[in-house]
């Protein structure tokens, strides 16, 4: 299926305004396939889950974490390569499901780990890269927001929590 083919699939299946074109890297393309072809929950921007859907999606990566760590306890390549794929493939499907905008995040995060320099963090590695002075982190925040994302239309009308009915799950 080409961009075109899921686009139409998209159009025809979630409507005009489900359509996800800010992202091209394959790999977010290729999870977002798998979600129309089996009817999977895609949004188009920002969006948060009910907490039904979190659990599930943290279940579902736990799951997948806990199949590498055995893995590497058996010295397994193969079963840590497989784990590693299909954990990547979780968390980017569950992007999917956020409509986050999955390219601008990476490559933000991307800015922000290059400006890194190697050294000693809390974590006592050996090998670590640590913020050095001045280190400006991921903008996430501004970029969510110019994706769309408002959270005072997930909000109740006192405080500052996300209420459970105004968020998005598949069923």
């Not at 969006?47 to 659990?55: A, D, E, F, S, V």
């Not at 000693?120 to 991921?138: A, F, I, Y």
Request: glycine share 8%; aromatic share 10%; proline share 4%.
């Amino acid at each position: 299926m080409n961009k075109r083919d899921l686009d139409n699939y998209i159009t025809g299946h979630y409507g005009e305004d489900q359509l996800k074109e800010t992202s091209t890297s394959i790999e977010f393309f290729d999870v977002l396939t798998f979600h129309s072809k089996f009817g999977l929950l895609i949004n188009s921007e920002p969006t948060h889950l009910k907490q039904c859907k979190l659990n599930e999606r943290i279940e579902f990566l736990q799951e997948e974490l806990d199949e590498f760590k055995k893995a590497c306890a058996e010295q397994d390549l193969e079963g840590q390569a497989d784990a590693l794929v299909d954990l990547v493939y979780v968390a980017i499907g569950t992007a999917v499901m956020m409509g986050l905008p999955w390219d601008e995040l990476w490559a933000d995060v991307q800015r922000a780990n290059m400006a890194k320099v190697r050294g000693v963090t809390h974590r006592g590695h050996k090998v670590d890269c640590t913020k050095p002075p001045g280190w400006v982190g991921p903008q996430t925040g501004w970029l969510l927001e110019q994706a769309g994302y408002n959270r005072t239309r997930f909000m109740g009308p006192v405080g500052n929590m996300i209420i459970d009915e105004r968020c998005d799950d598949d069923f």
